[in-house]
């Protein structure tokens, strides 16, 4: 199989037995011969994204009520940014039109002193080595889409993995759970 998922996203289904991924949708920011990582868009903690800027000395600029999200499993302590595409940092990879992600503490104070409205913090990744992430996709395990800007910073991470399969025009009552599931 010869293809990428990036710049795009991953809908797990719901067959997908592992806790890491369930029902996750997973922004793909690299897929090539070596691997593929992305950054799970709908895994919300606990603790306010707020939190961490202070922690940092910085003002949070996003709205108040904004929580750190899980971007996966890999390397659970590296802090990710998802922002506007309008800035860019020596890290800073574009992912789409309007999303782009970086990850120095330069890139970070820069958008907090900026007020950058359009941030939001990961902790940890997803990624899967050469040939991997194909596998699962070709088990069935994976639905790849489009994504955009608006799914990125405006569609909330409790309706993101249901209004994503609509927009493929899947209705989630389709896909039913299974007992034992994919790994």
């Known amino acids: ?27 793909m ?21 707020k939190m961490v800027a ?4 910085l003002s949070w600029p996003g709205a108040p ?8 499993p890999v390397e659970a302590q590296s802090l990710w940014m998802l922002h506007d595409d309008g800035w860019a940092f020596s890290e800073t990879m574009k992912v789409i039109g309007g999303v782009s992600v970086s990850r120095s503490r ?4 820069r958008m907090c002193e900026a007020r950058e409205q359009r941030l939001i913090f990961l902790v940890g990744y997803a ?4 040939g991997q992430l194909e596998r699962e996709i070709s088990q069935g395990t994976w639905l790849t889409s489009q994504t955009s800007a608006e799914m990125v910073h405006e569609w ?11 927009e493929m025009g899947i209705d ?12």
Not at 1 to 27: E, K, Y
Not at 32 to 37: I, K, P, S
Not at 54 to 57: A, C, N, P, V
Not at 159 to 164: I, K, M, N
């Open 54 to 57: 202070e922690e940092l000395g």
């Open 127 to 130: 990624g899967w080595g050469p």
């Open 65 to 72: 009520d904004a929580r750190l999200r899980r971007g996966g």
């Open 29 to 49: 920011i690299e897929h090539n011969a070596q691997g593929a990582l992305g950054l799970v868009l709908n895994n919300e903690l606990e603790h306010p994204a």
């Open 106 to 109: 330069e890139a970070l104070t």
């Open 172 to 183: 989630p009552a389709h896909l039913v759970e299974a007992s034992g599931g994919v790994q």
């Open 1 to 27: 199989m010869n293809f990428t998922t990036a710049p795009g996203i991953l809908i797990a289904v719901p067959q997908l037995a592992d806790p890491n991924f369930h029902r996750s949708v997973v922004l």
């Open 156 to 166: 909330s991470p409790e309706t993101l993995w249901e209004r994503s399969l609509r």
